[in-house]
């Protein structure tokens, strides 16, 4: 049987194409910004001798701490916006890519909250 549907009229009602583009650029920002905060951070921690001390003399720098904080906002950003696509791609059923996402977000939300809470308390001394 033949279709005469237009192709518009065929894919219109298959999903939502508003918020792609966004999502995409999103996780290519953190992208980039993931580069120089891995690499100072990385540099300037592996000159440190390694002990306690040093190490925690070092995080309670200002400029530490506010790297390490911008360092795990935008690293666990990044990661939701990744589990999301994967989790929205191979995840067949509606219920259990829900829940998923629900999931993947609260981990990454909590694991960061902690990971800045940290660098805080550190930070501060206490």
């Not at 400029?63 to 906002?73: D, E, F, N, R, S």
């Not at 509606?94 to 960061?112: D, E, Q």
Request: charged share 10%; aromatic share 8%.
């Amino acid at each position: 049987m033949t279709n005469l549907r237009s192709p518009l009229a065929r894919v219109k009602g298959l999903g939502s194409a508003k918020d792609g583009t966004t999502h995409f650029w999103r996780q290519r920002l953190t992208a980039l910004l993931l580069i120089p905060l891995v690499l100072l951070i990385g540099f300037s921690l592996a000159a440190l001798p390694v002990d306690h001390a040093t190490l925690t003399g070092w995080i309670q720098q200002t400029w530490v701490t506010i790297a390490l904080i911008l360092l795990i906002i935008v690293t666990f950003y990044h990661a939701q916006l990744g589990l999301q696509v994967i989790i929205e791609d191979y995840v067949a059923s509606h219920g259990r890519r829900t829940a998923l996402l629900l999931v993947s977000n609260l981990a990454c939300l909590l694991v960061g909250t902690i990971g800045v809470f940290s660098v805080l308390k550190i930070s501060f001394g206490a």
